[in-house]
Structures are given as structure tokens and as C-alpha cells.
């Protein structure tokens, strides 16, 4: 990846959820360096290392350094990068909290066709027993 850009922001361009973040976060973040591409760009996935049959299930961050980061991981990195959210990211890393968040991010990442109009899976359920918090329409 070229440019005066600290990093990419790769997002699912074909996911609702995720469309409407870009939409909402990329004039908060480009400005600061950090512009979103989406993951289909085969640029971009080049640049991330990854084969033509490989597509992550959630958001990449690829700094300019070369390290790349992903789910919670690279969204706690950006909320850093953000004076009123920096201390949402120290929150969300401490210990006791950081697994919760990181399960979270995961489980969304995983149903985030399901979060939104366009649904191709049924929700995944871990529900030990228990009833399910979010039910798919």
C-alpha cells in the first residue's frame, strides 16, 4: 500500500453492518492516517498476506511498519489513535475484560450478515442451556 497513510483499515465491503461503520468511522479515521479499503481489494489483500481463497472474518489493520492486527485487537489500537475513545481502549484491554470484549468482537464478526437485512447463515449459538439473547428474524 502506498501514500502518507499509518495504516489501512480493511473492512467487509459487502457486509451492511460493516458498510455503515466505514461510512460513519472513515472521516474520523482517514483524517488521522488511518483510511478504510475494503478486504476485496486485491491490492490490498496482497498487502496483508493473504491467498486468493483467503478472506478474514474480521476487520484488518495494516500499519505502515508492515504489523498487522485484526478484530478487537485493531479496533482497540484505533480507539487509542482517538482522544475521547483512548480511554475506552485502555478499558477494553485490562485483564477480566479484554477475553469479554475479544468474544464479542468475534461473535459479531461471525454473524454480521445476520445483524443486519441481508442474512446467509443462522445466528451461531453458544448458549449452554440458557435461552439466546439475539434471535435471527
Known sequence: MTGDAA?????????PV???????????????????VPLQNPAFARALGLG???FPCEIQLLLR????????????FLAGRIGWLAPVAWVSGLPGIRGG?????????E????????CR???????RGHGVFFESP
Open 52 to 54: 486468493p481463497d483467503e
Open 121 to 127: 447463515t443462522p445466528l451461531r449459538r453458544r448458549t
Open 7 to 15: 495504516g489501512w483499515v480493511g473492512f467487509d465491503a459487502l457486509c
Open 65 to 76: 511498519d508492515g504489523r498487522r492486527l485484526g478484530g478487537a485487537d485493531a479496533l482497540r
Open 111 to 118: 454473524n454480521r450478515y445476520c445483524l443486519s437485512d441481508v
Open 101 to 109: 470484549v475479544d468474544r464479542l468482537y468475534s461473535w459479531v464478526a
Open 18 to 36: 460493516c458498510s455503515a461503520l466505514e461510512r460513519r468511522w472513515n472521516p474520523v479515521l482517514a483524517p488521522r492516517g488511518f483510511p478504510f
